[in-house]
């Protein structure tokens, strides 16, 4: 199994595989021996990491991990790489599907323009409004944002994914 760990403001790439009642981790491409057990049914380990031993304490919080040893306490983030790897496509995904643009989401007259270039809107503020149907339908800031350019003008007719309003970064 391949995990990501995150302490401090580092981040460890871990591997771990058991051979023959031990743990083989490769962290960083280094491969070391572990053996782990756990004491008792709690949360308190002996770790054998090659010739050296400890005893620790595993506790699982909101963000990961803490582990307890000998008075410390270090906070580990701990996650799947396929978890990781999902997030990460997951965040480039909404990156990439925030519009710089919002487009008409149907053909239609444009009744009014509620916003001017240079403004700042949030997120549920009108900012167009599009009759379709003989309705009338408002758009709305899909996030807060800054109006950079309005692409039409009232009483213009508009067709469906034709740009109305560019946002600023």
Not at 10 to 28: C, G, M, S, T, Y
Not at 90 to 105: F, G, R
Not at 109 to 126: F, M, P
Not at 129 to 136: G, N, P, R, S
Request: with cysteine.
């Amino acid at each position: 199994m391949n995990y990501i760990v995150k302490f401090e403001d580092k981040e460890f790439k871990i591997e771990l595989e058991d051979r023959d009642n031990q743990v083989v981790a490769k962290i960083n491409g280094e491969i070391i021996p572990i053996q782990i057990s756990e004491i008792n049914g709690s949360h308190i380990y002996s770790v054998l990491i090659g010739n050296h031993s400890l005893e620790i304490e595993v506790r699982r919080n909101e963000a990961g991990y803490q582990i307890l040893h000998q008075g410390n306490t270090l906070e580990y983030f701990v996650e799947d790489e396929r978890m990781a790897r999902l997030k990460h496509t997951m965040d480039q995904t909404v990156t990439q599907s925030i519009e710089k643009e919002l487009k008409a989401p149907m053909p239609g007259l444009i009744i009014s323009i509620e916003v001017k270039s240079g403004q700042h809107v949030k997120k549920g503020d009108g900012l167009i409004v599009i009759e379709a149907m003989k309705m009338e339908n408002e758009i709305k800031a899909p996030f807060d944002c800054t109006i950079k350019e309005i692409k039409i003008k009232e009483r213009q007719a508009v067709e469906k994914n034709q740009v109305l309003v560019v946002f600023s970064e």
